[in-house]
């Protein structure tokens, strides 16, 4: 595939991606909304750059959707675009269901319209890939793992509406016969993560030598998936998936909230010790938990290892130690996304 239109590629996962296809040689074509979280500063080095193209804009913009589709003629199409914060539904669920619901149909009409236009090998060939999240399986117990067949039971406006998204998928192959693909992923970490999320916020507050919020009793357990890796599969999983079929991501590393909390304060003490000599565990304050804050999410990724010969290439040890020392690379990055209305403050209380 040699052109992709990619839709929320200045966000957090698709400009990881973004930056990753470009780099092989892909053209992208990048439509972004540049909501809170897009930011443009993450694409610096493809300025200018003849294998990307960006445009600002919304993919419920139908007109301009179909204006880029026929325009650049994309091999592909992958969604990125998404209201994606949990405590952020919470506060305001509207603007999740507009854009991860409404905006989603939009995007998929315009794709179903732009395929059947296609005839010979472009019409074959073309695939839309949905980015999606195991927060749509709801919480599990002490024992399992979500699976592809894992019935749908999702518990926040965020997950619900993830979940609406992907039924409009599913729909549209159906229906349709548009060929889509879905990927579910477990809790993504990495390079250029908005910093109201569990592990750049804790590198953020402990660097600040401030408060560690964790929710509840701490012990909420994720799958957590290096950034580099999630971007890895859903390339494998546009080259190779079957039509029409979900596969699920993961990084076979689930690990209880306080035990990311503290691999941080350990990772961060070696490296920037605070000027009073604190260990940095010293800053965690355990506060009222999250509304409806699922138990357990841990994902089965063996569909896409077995049929795709996809595993992550990074451990939890070596991903957050990674991601520590990006940060601390980068804190200029930082900076400049905190100048807007987020200060790390708690949402969706």
Known sequence: M????????????????????????????NLDKLTYAGNRDTLAS???????????????????????????????????AAESHVD??????????????????????????????????????????????????GSLGAEGKFTESTPYAPNSPYSASKAASDHLVRAFHHTYGLPTLTTNCSNNYGPYQFPEK???????????????????????????????????????????????????????????N???????????????????????ESLISFVRDRPGHDRRYAIDADKLKNELGWQPSQTFESGIAATVDWYLANQAWTGRVLDGSYRMERLGS
């Not at 239109?5 to 074509?29: H, K, M, W, Y």
């Not at 294998?51 to 992958?78: N, T």
């Not at 939009?106 to 999606?132: N, Q």
């Open 2 to 29: 040699k052109t992709l239109l990619v839709t929320g590629g200045a966000g957090f996962i698709g400009a990881n991606f973004v930056l990753q296809a470009v780099s092989d040689g892909l053209r992208v074509i």
């Open 46 to 80: 493809l300025h200018d750059r003849d294998g990307h193209v960006f445009v600002q804009g919304d993919i419920g913009d139908r007109a301009l959707v179909a204006k880029l589709l026929s325009e650049h003629r994309p091999d592909a199409i992958v969604n990125f």
């Open 88 to 137: 952020r539904s919470i506060d305001g669920p509207a603007e999740f269901v507009q854009t991860n619901v409404v905006g989603t149909l939009g995007l998929l009409e315009c794709a179903r319209d732009y395929w059947r236009s296609l005839e010979g090998a472009p019409r074959e060939s073309f695939r839309f890939l949905h980015v999606s999240t195991d927060e749509v399986y």
């Open 198 to 256: 569990l592990i750049p916020l804790t590198i953020q507050k402990a660097l600040a030598g401030e408060a560690l919020p964790v929710y509840g009793d701490g012990r909420n357990i994720r799958d957590w998936l290096y950034v580099g890796d999630h971007c890895q599969a859903i390339r494998r999983v546009l080259e190779a998936g079957r039509v029409g079929e979900t596969y699920n991501v993961g990084g076979n590393a689930e690990r209880e």
């Open 258 to 280: 306080i035990v990311v909390v503290k691999s941080i304060c350990a990772l961060l003490d070696a490296r920037r010790p605070l000027a009073d000599g604190r260990a940095r």
